[in-house]
């Protein structure tokens, strides 16, 4: 029930700016759209969320396009330690109204010397 | 330090054991949720609460049971282990879940259970 469409896997030099795609064609006016990331086998991390307006933080910035049905992550200047799986997820519906995030398989982001 | 902790980090059970997975968070969250993750695959759903004494299943609850007493824990039974349960079980908690929600999750560093 994945409602949203990476690549699987990216390259990036270390140093350079991390630009990670994500489709979310699906998603309605009101939904946001999380980022989140995987180290090895650690537990998801928390990277940024956005509804319409582009949002930066100390680790990222989030672009969404006007139409909402992509966005962009950007890591400014990856460096080895962002190695990681890169999750774009929008909330799923469950019974009454409890949604879930759901996780697919993301984004593995390489960053190389 | 305010977070998910999950106990244990690690377990090995023969086939037909049966264990408690132990999920506790301090920040207040209603919802709470637990999600196993196999080799190449994402994070799949297997129960959730949104407060306590909720419960619901999720994608894959087979084999798996959940009770919500506090609303500081939600524990994980496996009650007959099979080898199809080797897995990464992590524990999320949320301040909310709803639909239109801007909550994120808070993850624990994940139990690695082996089922012999």
Known sequence: DAKTTQPPSMDCAEGRAANL???????SGNEYVYWYRQIHSQGPQYIIHGLKNNETNEMASL??????????????HATLRDTAVYYCIVRVPLTGTASKLTFGTGTRLQVTL | NAGVTQTPKFQVLKTGQSMTLQCAQDMNHEYMSWYRQDPG?????????????ITDQGEVPNGYNVSRSTTEDFPLRLLSAAPSQTSVYFCASSYSQTLLDNYGYTFGS???LTVV
């Open chain 1, 21 to 27: 795609p994500c489709n979310h064609s699906t998603i």
């Open chain 1, 63 to 76: 672009i969404i396009t006007e139409d909402r049905k992509s966005s962009t992550l950007i890591l400014p």
């Open chain 2, 41 to 53: 695959m994402g994070l799949r759903l297997i129960h959730y609460s949104v407060g306590a004494g």
């Open chain 2, 110 to 112: 994940g139990t690695r």
